[in-house]
């Protein structure tokens, strides 16, 4: 959503949620995602795609989950990629497995994070690669190249996916504490959705940062779906991009933490599992 403003001065929170949260309760949404296996036995892993304005905190929010599914605090995903303002962490594409406690396997969901969409042409991960990568024809540790879309000449191109190598889950990433979208990026963000739509594949976004967004999530991160600055930013959101309320997730992503936090499991364990469950339904279709 660009560049951070100033934090502004938030009205009073809602006397009741818009969205009711179990705070406190996040073990039953554990147990679900530890528990869960896909039912379509020619599919071993339900692969979630992350797409969005660069900076939204897509890398982070992979991070942030595995810390929560695992219970401990873990290496953040960008930590191996390239670090450079105002540019997209994410270079290649790259599958992010998280491990269970048993060395060697691992859970049956896998994220694929991918390079930030950016203003004009040239400028960030190619819409035309998002495509491919819906469809799974993007090999493992693919170097995305702006100023070029991968072709089915390419190394890197897979001419025979399989439906491990597709896409399940489409999931949008945006900032909450950040300005409106631009519309350039606003309308490639729109031609990735159609697409995703047109090959039957659910879509969702996730909404970070929430923390920073006002000074009541700040001060507590259970008044989230108390806040009306939230509530207004995330129907707003909803109303450009097309996606319905009920699948616009709020968390604050693990940044300077080195301890976990309930409230922030709560709230990335209740967005996973209805992700999980939107995935699942696809697969089963397939």
Request: glycine content about 6%; aromatic content about 8%.
């Amino acid at each position: 959503m660009g560049d951070s403003p100033s934090k502004p001065s938030p009205p009073p929170p809602l006397s009741d949620p818009w969205r009711k949260i179990s705070w406190g309760d996040k073990e039953r949404d554990l147990q679900y995602v530890r528990n869960y296996q896909p039912e379509n036995t020619n599919v071993k892993h339900l692969r979630i795609l992350l797409y969005g304005p660069v900076g939204a905190g897509k890398s982070s929010f992979i991070s942030s989950v595995v810390s929560a599914v695992r219970g401990r605090m873990g290496i953040p995903a960008e930590a191996n990629s390239a670090t450079v303002s105002n540019t997209s962490h994410s270079k290649k594409y790259e599958t992010h497995r998280i491990q269970k406690e048993s060395r060697g396997n691992f859970y049956p969901f896998v994220f694929n994070d991918i390079m930030g969409l950016e203003i004009g042409a040239g400028c960030g991960v190619r819409v035309e690669d998002i495509k491919l990568a819906l469809k799974g024809h993007v090999k493992e540790g693919y170097k995305f190249n702006p100023a070029s879309p991968l072709s089915d000449r390419d190394p890197g191109y897979i001419s025979s996916p399989s439906e491990d190598d597709k896409v399940h889950l489409l999931v949008c990433v945006c900032d909450a504490n950040a300005s409106e979208i631009k519309d350039s990026v606003m309308q490639k963000m729109r031609e990735i959705r159609e697409v995703a739509s047109d090959l039957g594949i659910p879509q969702v976004a996730i909404v970070t940062k929430v923390d920073k967004a006002c000074d009541e999530t700040e001060k507590d991160l259970k008044n989230v779906y108390k806040s009306k600055y939230l509530k207004k930013k995330i129907t707003d959101f909803s109303a450009r991009l097309g996606i319905p309320l009920n699948c616009i997730f709020a968390v604050k992503n693990y940044s300077s933490e080195t301890y976990l936090d309930e409230d922030v499991n709560t709230l990335m364990l209740n967005a996973l599992r209805l992700m999980i469950d939107f995935g699942d339904d696809f697969i089963n279709k397939m």
